[in-house]
């Protein structure tokens, strides 16, 4: 699949930005809110859990959660998958315990017109890796394995592809710093656009089409709030 409004997509492409729109106070009740949720995904092999951010719990929380993104990005959809009452997910929590490998989250609809992704961290170590290689297919997970490869997807679950890869070796020292999770063959013609490290009170403001991923530093575990917008 590829996205069909591509020229839409692209025309609202800009540089990854990190604002600080939350409070202190705010990223408490938001990481207060995560406490009260039960968890929605748990992913043995990445050593992920996952829990949906439901609307009306905290109502006054959806709504500052809601505008203070509004501001940054104008006129947005949620597209962070629904609630078993069929509402958007305000966005999905994530707790991980190993670094997660190369990936894109550019959805599973290919008519839409997919826009930021944004990443609020909760808990300070850690980074995310962002690629200046984009992807406009679903969204894929990025492997040189031919058993990996051989995966097929239910709806929903990430694509298996190589297609990413291109001729130029990846820069050693890098990958060795920041990215030992990765075989440094998956990371071919690869280059990087920005190292972000997690600062508690940020969020991360990038185009849903960059390939990226965490770094391999990664300190017990990693808690995150990632929204996936659409227009
Ligand atoms: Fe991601």
Excluded: C
Aim: aromatic share 10%; net charge positive.
């Amino acid at each position: 699949m590829k996205h069909i409004y591509l020229e839409e997509i692209k025309k609202l492409e800009s540089e990854p930005k990190i604002v600080n729109i939350f409070s202190e106070k705010e990223i408490k009740m938001i990481q207060e809110l995560y406490e009260t949720l039960t968890y929605t995904v748990f992913n043995k092999k990445q050593n992920v859990k996952k829990k949906g951010w439901i609307q009306n719990i905290n109502k006054e929380l959806d709504k500052i959660y809601f505008e203070k993104i509004k501001d940054v990005l104008g006129d947005f959809k949620m597209d962070t998958l629904k609630s078993k009452s069929g509402d958007d997910y305000f966005g999905l929590f994530h707790e991980s315990f190993s670094p997660l490998p190369l990936h894109v989250d550019s959805g599973f609809d290919e008519e839409a017109i997919i826009y930021k992704q944004l990443i609020t961290p909760l808990s300070p170590i850690g980074d995310t890796v962002i690629f200046k290689n984009k992807w406009y297919g679903k969204s894929t997970s990025f492997t040189i394995d031919p058993e990996e490869l051989k995966f097929k997807p239910k709806p929903e679950q990430n694509e298996r592809s190589s297609d990413h890869l291109g001729k130029e070796d990846f820069d050693k020292g890098i990958h060795k710093e920041n990215l030992t999770h990765i075989d440094i063959n998956n990371l071919k013609g690869l280059k990087v656009q920005m190292i972000y490290k997690w600062k508690v009170g940020e969020t991360l403001i990038v185009d849903r089409t960059h390939i990226h991923s965490s770094s391999s530093r990664i300190n017990e575990k990693k808690l995150g709030l990632t929204t996936f917008t659409k227009k």
